[in-house]
């Protein structure tokens, strides 16, 4: 776990790495900066996963987890790539273009998010509203934890008890 910590940066995304591992996720997309790839890279090559890198860069606002960046040239000096991760190239490759047209509803079934959930999020990204955070979380789909990397579920839940999310945090949760 340690080492994995020190190829991914944080135990959130060691988690859904392991998750894909054992087919839970059907891709996982991560932001790294430059200097992260190479280990990163170097991970999936030994496990034999694909890895896409996204056409354009993020210029992050504020600290690690914040939700709001803005699109630079993948030349730009700062920012950070978008990752997809998968088993499956094609999966990976979609799941690239559908963020790259800001199809987040599409990207979130690529991803393995519940419908109800890829569709609230697109109308709350249509709206500016790209961190739609709920009061009253059930403990295990609490994404406000995502801030202390804690979190088990990596997707904005479409209501407080989102029982599709539920279901996905607790067979993810098992397994850890
Ligand atoms: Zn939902």
């Given at each position: 776990m340690k080492d994995l910590i020190q190829t991914f940066g944080s135990k959130t995304k060691v988690r859904e790495i392991l998750y894909l591992l054992k087919d839970l996720k059907p891709v996982v997309r991560q932001g790294f900066y430059p200097h992260e790839l190479e280990k990163v890279k170097q991970f999936c090559e030994k496990n034999n996963l694909f890895l896409e890198l996204s056409p354009y860069k993020i210029l992050m606002e504020?600290?690690?987890?914040?939700?709001k960046g803005t699109r630079m040239s993948?030349?730009?000096?700062?920012g950070m790539f978008f990752v997809y991760i998968s088993k499956n190239q094609k999966q990976a490759l979609l799941a690239n273009l559908h963020e790259t047209k800001q199809d987040h509803y599409n990207l979130g079934l690529a991803l393995g998010y519940p419908e109800c959930c890829a569709k609230f999020y697109q109308e709350q990204f249509k709206k500016g509203?790209?961190?739609?955070e709920h009061q009253n979380y059930h403990p295990l789909i609490d994404i406000r934890k995502r801030k202390t990397d804690?979190?088990?579920?990596s997707h904005f839940p479409c209501?407080?008890?989102?029982q599709k999310s539920i279901q996905l945090a607790l067979s993810l949760d098992s397994e850890l």
């Open positions: 504020g600290s690690n987890y914040s939700d993948k030349d730009h000096s700062q509203n790209l961190a739609p804690q979190a088990i579920i209501s407080p008890n989102c």
